[in-house]
C-alpha cells in the first residue's frame, strides 16, 4: 500500500504481492481531493470523520483480493480503510512516525499526517 498526495488528491495505491500477479481492469488505487470551499464534510459520523478532524472528502472502491477500501483526506492528514483484511494481513510502518495503523474489527485502518489532525477511536485495538 503506497499513500500519497498528488495534485491536491489523497491518494493510496495496491501493490500486487509479487510483480508476476496477474492484473485486472478493476481499479487498484483510490483516490480523494483534499477540501475546497465547495467540496468537503465536516460531519463526524462514521469513517473518516471519527477518525480525521475537521473538514474531510472521502472516496471508496473494490480492489481485487482486498474487498472494499475508503480513503479519506483532510487539509493536513489522510485516513485509509481496508475492509474484510485478513487476520494475518499487517501494515509495516516504513515511513517514519507519522504514519499509524490498527485493527478495528475484521478491518486495518492506516492514517498519516499532523497527528493533531487524526483521533484514534477508544474501541480500537493497536498494532
Do not use: Y
Given at each position: 500500500?503506497?499513500?500519497?498526495v ?7 495505491s495496491?501493490?500486487?504481492a509479487?510483480?508476476?500477479d ?6 487498484t488505487?483510490?483516490g ?10 465536516d ?8 477518525v ?19 480513503v ?5 492528514a489522510m ?11 499487517g501494515v ?7 504514519l ?8 486495518i485502518?492506516?492514517?498519516?499526517g499532523?497527528?493533531?489532525a ?5 474501541s480500537?485495538?493497536?498494532?
Open positions: 500500500m503506497i499513500l500519497a498528488r495534485n491536491d488528491t489523497c491518494q493510496v495496491f501493490l500486487a509479487r510483480p508476476t496477474a492484473t485486472t481492469t478493476a481499479p488505487s483510490v480523494s481531493q483534499r477540501p475546497s470551499a465547495g467540496v468537503s464534510s460531519s463526524h459520523q462514521g469513517f473518516p470523520g471519527d480525521l478532524t475537521g473538514k474531510h472528502t472521502q472516496a471508496s472502491a473494490q480492489i481485487p483480493l482486498l474487498g472494499f477500501v475508503t479519506g483526506c483532510s487539509e493536513k485516513a485509509v480503510r481496508v475492509e474484510g483484511a485478513a487476520v494475518s494481513a509495516r510502518n516504513k515511513a517514519g512516525d507519522s499509524k495503523s490498527w485493527r478495528d474489527g475484521q478491518d485502518v492506516v492514517t498519516v499532523d497527528p493533531e487524526i483521533r484514534r477511536p477508544d480500537a485495538s493497536t498494532s
